[in-house]
């Protein structure tokens, strides 16, 4: 077979900055080439060059060809001028990029962005674009796609317009897909769903996909052929099945030791001595912003009737999709927001109705942990600032003691003390979040309650963080209360766990339990669409039309029935 | 696959223990050309405002009617004495700019000392709170901005009498609604980030949230409106002289030489020339500095 696409010795620097070099490889017609990597590794830097986006991005290609050869021709794509790529963009080959929420223009109707493409590439008239862009909304599976032609993006849901963006994509049919972590910012259900469909469209139109993404499971799901990189170099080059089953590089064992994996074990359940906190019956409220003369504004439950229970020393897991209300229980339970209703006591103590000075106790000894390390550190505060405030803010510390109890933090979760005179912006994502931990840590609190606290991290760092995290809990008896949308990343560090689903809690109990006797059909789906580091047992459950919500909305007010041994599953789906 | 450290870079703005002396060797060495030259047009400047009693070779106000409208050094019928030459009654137009830079630097000074206390409290305030605070706080920054300033300063100087003090309070509230406006939307920005929950989460007050966490993180921008507000100060003092209201003669100031030298622009120029070159040093110093202050506060740009 042919090779559509040949990259060859390519070299691309940022500045003096090498971001790619002498990188070769080829993508074969009809298949999908992963470039998997690490942030930093140049993968989006290697994409970007083959549609020579890169010089916008302020880069540069140093060196190699890039040679395209679909029948119509070959060209090298290094040294074609504007004029030929832009018959190329969009045309020849075209891109799906990560962020589907900002890859649209917000101010233009779904049709009004997707007609400009026939309307550029196919010269047609403006009528017939939209009907054109009615039937690419229809190929990609978008429901009424009559009616999607008229709105505007907010008013699509993340997967659809990742549809949208696919749709646009694949409007002139492209020989070659370059797909930039499309996948990334979805929930696992919808994830799930772009990837079925890219697979069906690929056999349709005949195309090959370079899929990039930084998740292992993902490339088992897609692949045929993986390139793996590493601070811009390749490290190895092999068929998907070769990779998995006898990865060469060293690099790629641990990249794959890294993945979280479901299955593959949670922590011993410790000791039980109580607990440190339960939460009864607890509902959050927002105020829907009123229109102008209609009076009160709608309210919308964005947490109903939520009950849990977190033991000393215990991580209690809360998986759920985006928007189901988990960051908000976070929240509601650390009284950061007000709950409408419910009661949330703390080690025995009811702290629902503290004024300030009670809240103030309350914070000494629950602590929070953020998901973006880098927005959730001061970045005027230098770290021996930064790690000592809650410390100071609850007077444990003296100011001539801070710089000691500093080092002493920053040294317990794994980093050097002469840190403790620099800033947040010299450190790595993943040393910020330790530094995040470290802060939580410095008041030594009976629970922390981590939002999300390494979705933001390559799997590696990802890996090391949740690592630190059981180790403190293991030291200090620390409980946590540990949100992810990512439940492999939750079985590996949680003994119970709590499925979130609209706002309640569908399904809780002992992380095993719920993971090998799933009883609500969420968390059935929930599971079934992790993707699987292992192409063998490659997922196909044939659902590229986006899911009409399968899991019955749950009615307010149902209680949860035993189904097992501490295994609780909402009434109507036991 | 370590979790590796981002350069770090020591610079002398994060070492301890350095003596004044030392900072400011350290200061000129990393100064480039433009700053070096504003740097010393600042000193000179402070120096010699300052000192003008002791520099200044006449009384301000000494006339003599014999030498009127004498030119500088250099010119035909040029009076000995009187290096920048004399205005139209006589006075030396060098002592007049010195008395008048200590004056005008004095007046800037405070007028933007005030505006931004003012301003940048309220703007403060009203971002922090939102609700209520905010519409009426926001709506006197309106008010402000819809009526001409210039309006407003005559009728409070009408209202309370041109002395020196009014001059100051006027010059003060010139500008508020600008620092009101900058310091609201940009701690609005830094209420939604996330570690201004993380302090809220760790138990911080709303004192230590304004004063720790968000002050710190305005400087920039603030930095940047005081350097504006003082040249554009400098401005409307010259502006109020013109029209009569601001102080009084025969008290120099630099804008008020400007204000009342225009009238011999044609036969005297020097009388016009002498301040207006004052005031874009000072304005030059000020700017140059406000931006290389900026720059340095910003812990993000140090050591780059």
Redesign the interface.
Known sequence: MSDLLSVKNLHVAFGSNEAVSDLSFDVPARRTLALVGESGSGKSATALSILRLIEREGGTITGGSIMLNDGDGTVDITALDEQGLQRLRGNRISMVFQEPMTSLNPVLTIGDQMSEVFIRHRNMTKREAYDASRQALDSVRIPEAARRVEQYPHELSGGLRQRVMIAMALACRPKLLIADEPSTALDVTTQAEILDLLRDLQAEIGMAVLFITHDMGVVAEIADRVVVLRHGRKVEDANVETLFAAPKAAYSRQLMAATPKLGSGSPAAPPPRGNILEVSGMTTRFKMRGRMFSGHGATVDAVKNVSLVLGKGETLGLVGESGCGKSTLARSVLRLIEPASGTIALDGNDVTNLGREGLRGLRRHAQMVFQDPYASLNPRLAVHELVTEPARIHNLVSSCDQRELAAELVRSVGLEEDVIDRFAHQFSGGQRQRLCIARAMSVKPKLIVADEPVSALDVSIARQVTDLMLELQQREQVSFLFISHDIAVVERVSQRIAVMYAGEIVETGPAQSILNDPRHPYTRQLLASVPRPDPARRRRLGHANPAAPSAPVPRAGTVLFEAAPGHFVREDAA | ?S????P?RHGAA?KPGHGALANLRGIWREANWIQRLALLIAAILLIIAIFAPLVAPHEPTAQSLIFRLRPPIGFDRFRDGYLLGTDELGRDVLARCLYGLQLTLALATMGACIGLVLGGGLGLVSGILGGLVDDVIMGAVDAQIAIPFTLIALLMLAVFGSSLEVMVLVLGVYGWEQYARIVRGEVRKLMQ???I?????????GG?IAF??IL??IVSPLVVQFTLNISNIVLLESTLSFLGIGVQPPTATLGSMVGIGRDYMPTAPWIVIAPAIMILLVTFAVQILGDWLRDRVD??LRNR
Request: hydrophobic share 45%; glycine share 4%; proline share 8%.
């Open positions: 696959m979790d590796t450290a981002l770090v994060n980030m996330p570690f929950e993380a302090a809220r989460a760790a138990g911080a007050s230590r720790r966490h710190p993180n812990v993000r």
